[in-house]
C-alpha cells in the first residue's frame, strides 16, 4: 500500500514535470515567431536563371529590352523580400546582334530592412542600406515573338564599362582653353540703369540706353539680359535695340567712352532670339529669328567687317522654316545655324546643322554621325569651337533628353573645318557617369 502511495507520487510528478517542459518549449516557438531572422540576400542570382520576359513591340534596341528583363527580374528579387528596391543609372550594350547580344547595366539597390549590414552579397551598403556602383553584364537572348531571355549574369567592377571616353566639362574646357565665367567683363542692371565693367568690377560705367529698349522684352525676373542679346569686349561693346519690327545696335568701340546707335533694319517681323556675336575686332555677325508660328520661323542673317559700323543681309539656309536654337560664325567666313532636331517618320530624331564657309551666301546641311547605341538621345547640335582646322562639337539631348539625367553631352571631332565629323565620347556635366 506504501509503495503504491509512493508510485502515484512519482508519477505525478513525472507529469507535472513534463507539463513544465512543453510549456517552457511552446513559449521559445511563440518567440521565434514574433522576432524574424536577419535576411540573408541570395548569392546565387544565377540560380533564377534562364529568366523571362515578354517585350513591346516598339522595344527594338538593346538597351530597351535589356532593361525591360532588368525591371522585371528585380521586381520579383523585391517581392520575395531580397531587395527592397533597385534603380538604374545606364544600359550599354557591350556586343552581340538581334538574337543573341550583351548589355552592361550600373544601378544600385537598397537592403530590406534587417538584412545583414556586412558581409552582404550585393556589397558594402551606406547607413540606409544602399548599394552603390553595382555592375552586371547582362547575357540576353531573343526566343520566340517578343519574348527575351536572361541567360547568364557576369558581376563587374568596372563603373565604366562599355562607354567611350568621358570628360567632365570643367576637362572638356580645359583641354579646349574656353575661359569660364570669371571674365574681367560684365553687366549689371541697376533699377532703369545699365551698367558694364571692363576691370571685373574694380569700375562701372553706364550705358546711355534706357533698359526698356534693350532687346530683352521677356527679361528674366532678376533683371538679366538675354544670352545672344549683347557682346562686351574691350574691341567691341554692342547691345541689340528693338525687336519689334525694327532693329538697332547701340555699339563702343573704345570702351565705352563713346556709343553710336546703327540701324541694322526697320522692316523686321516680330522677333524671338537674336545671336550676336564677333569674331575679331572687325568681323562681326547677327542672326535673328522672328515671326513664329508653333514650330516654324523666318532667320535673317547680318554681317558687319567694320566693327558694326554697318551692316549687310547675307543668305539664309533655303526652304528650312524650324527653330533656330544655335547660331554664329568661327571667323568671316565660317559659320553655323542649329535647328534643332530633324525628325524622319521612320528614323529617330537626329542633330539638324547647316554650315556656310562663304560668310553666309551658301548653307549646307552637315552629317553628324551618332553611334547607334545612341541614337534618339542625342538630337540637338551646339555651335563648334574650332582651333586652326580642328574642331569639336557638342550635342545636347534637346529640351525633353532624359538620357543619364539629361545633361550628358556627345562629343565629335572633324580635321576638315567642320566638313565631316566623328564621334569621339561623351562630356558628363554633373557626374553621373564618373563615380567618385
Keep these: 500500500m506504501k509503495n503504491a502511495k509512493w508510485m502515484l507520487i512519482l508519477f505525478i510528478f513525472v507529469l507535472l514535470v513534463i507539463a513544465v517542459v512543453v510549456q517552457i518549449r511552446n513559449q521559445d516557438e511563440e518567440q521565434d515567431e514574433q522576432v524574424p531572422e536577419k535576411q540573408e540576400t541570395k548569392t546565387d542570382i544565377n540560380g533564377e536563371l534562364p529568366y523571362t520576359v515578354q517585350v513591346e513591340e516598339r522595344d527594338n534596341k538593346a538597351e530597351t529590352i535589356a532593361y525591360r528583363l532588368w525591371f522585371d527580374f528585380m521586381q520579383q528579387l523585391k517581392s520575395d523580400g531580397t531587395v527592397a528596391n533597385a534603380s538604374f543609372t545606364r544600359f550599354t550594350k557591350i556586343s552581340g546582334d538581334e538574337n543573341s547580344f550583351v548589355v552592361a547595366v550600373i544601378f544600385q ?26 555592375v552586371w553584364k547582362l547575357g540576353i537572348e531573343k526566343k520566340d515573338g517578343l519574348k527575351y531571355s536572361i541567360t547568364s549574369i557576369e558581376k ?165 522654316h524650324a527653330l533656330v536654337t544655335d547660331g554664329g560664325f568661327v571667323d568671316n567666313k565660317l559659320g553655323f545655324i542649329s535647328f534643332g532636331e530633324y525628325r524622319t517618320e521612320a528614323n529617330p530624331p537626329e542633330p539638324n546643322l547647316y554650315r556656310t564657309s562663304d560668310g553666309g551666301e551658301n548653307w549646307e546641311r552637315v552629317e553628324i554621325p551618332i553611334p547607334e547605341e545612341y541614337q534618339g538621345y542625342f538630337t540637338q547640335a551646339e555651335i563648334p569651337v574650332f582651333e586652326g582646322e580642328k574642331g569639336t562639337l557638342l550635342v545636347n539631348q534637346g529640351p525633353q533628353g532624359d538620357f543619364l539625367g539629361g545633361n550628358v553631352l556627345a562629343k565629335f571631332s572633324s580635321d576638315d573645318n567642320g566638313k565631316t565629323w566623328s564621334f569621339a565620347g561623351l562630356v558628363d556635366p554633373d557626374g553621373v557617369l564618373i563615380p567618385d
Design 109 to 134: 539597390v537598397q537592403l530590406p530592412e534587417g538584412a545583414k549590414k556586412t558581409a552582404n552579397s550585393w556589397g558594402d551598403p551606406n547607413e540606409n542600406g544602399v548599394v552603390s556602383n553595382l
Design 156 to 320: 563587374s567592377d568596372d563603373t565604366q564599362i562599355g562607354l567611350p571616353p568621358v570628360e567632365t566639362l570643367e576637362d572638356y574646357q580645359k583641354n579646349l582653353g574656353i575661359e569660364d565665367s570669371t571674365d574681367k567683363t560684365a553687366y549689371r542692371v541697376s533699377g532703369s540703369s545699365l551698367e558694364i565693367t571692363y576691370n571685373n568690377g574694380e569700375d562701372w560705367q553706364t550705358v546711355p540706353v534706357a533698359s526698356e529698349e534693350l532687346f530683352s522684352s521677356d527679361r528674366a525676373a532678376d533683371s538679366s539680359l538675354r544670352e545672344g542679346s549683347y557682346v562686351i569686349t574691350p574691341e567691341v561693346t554692342a547691345f541689340v535695340l528693338g525687336g519689334q519690327r525694327d532693329l538697332s545696335l547701340l555699339i563702343s568701340n573704345d570702351k565705352g567712352k563713346t556709343w553710336e546707335e546703327v540701324l541694322v533694319s526697320d522692316k523686321l517681323p516680330v522677333l524671338r532670339l537674336t545671336l550676336l556675336g564677333f569674331t575679331s575686332g572687325q568681323d562681326g555677325y547677327l542672326i535673328v529669328t522672328g515671326d513664329k508660328t508653333m514650330s516654324s520661323e523666318a532667320h535673317f542673317i547680318w554681317k558687319t567687317y567694320d566693327g558694326g559700323q554697318s551692316w549687310y543681309q547675307t543668305g539664309s539656309v533655303e526652304y528650312t
